[in-house]
């Protein structure tokens, strides 16, 4: 399994993002987004490829001692999750940051375009605890040149 970033945390506010780390504003929620998002105020265009995606999953606050899963990963997710939306991200030469909460984690991704699709354990986002993000490089084989092994975190 080529497993990038996996991450526990019961301090969930009730979002996911996997967004490139240069994307000044974030992504912003609009009417019909149910489970994910991905548009900002800076994006010129309303379609992928986008800087990111936003999931939403258990507030720890409504659910105080609830654990939120989090993996991000180049092979399908494992477990009983069901697929809830594909897109594709552009992540920039700087790479990009999963953050749940106030943690940030860098995910050690080359630039480029990946399909993306987001896997969760529930049949509500508001019920959602563990979250797969499955990236596939558009731009070539992994590992791409000068990044290594996935493994080697």
């Not at 548009?39 to 606050?61: C, E, F, H, K, N």
């Amino acid at each position: 399994m080529h497993r990038l970033v996996s991450l526990w945390s019961r301090e969930s506010t009730g979002v996911v993002e996997l967004v490139d780390a240069t994307w000044q504003d974030g992504v912003e929620w609009r009417p019909g987004d149910t489970w994910t998002a991905c548009w900002g105020p800076s994006l010129v265009a309303d379609a992928p490829p986008y800087p990111g995606v936003a999931v939403r999953t258990i507030d720890s606050r409504d659910a105080p001692r609830t654990a939120l899963r989090v993996e991000v990963q180049h092979t399908a997710p494992e477990g009983r999750l069901h697929r809830v939306a594909t897109t594709v991200i552009r992540i920039g030469s700087a790479g990009a940051y999963l953050s749940v909460g106030a943690t940030s984690l860098e995910v050690p991704l080359a630039g480029g375009d990946y399909d993306t699709e987001v896997w969760v354990d529930a049949a509500e986002p508001e019920l959602v605890t563990h979250v797969g993000i499955w990236l596939r490089a558009r731009t070539g084989e992994w590992p791409p040149a000068g990044r290594g092994s996935p493994l080697a975190l």
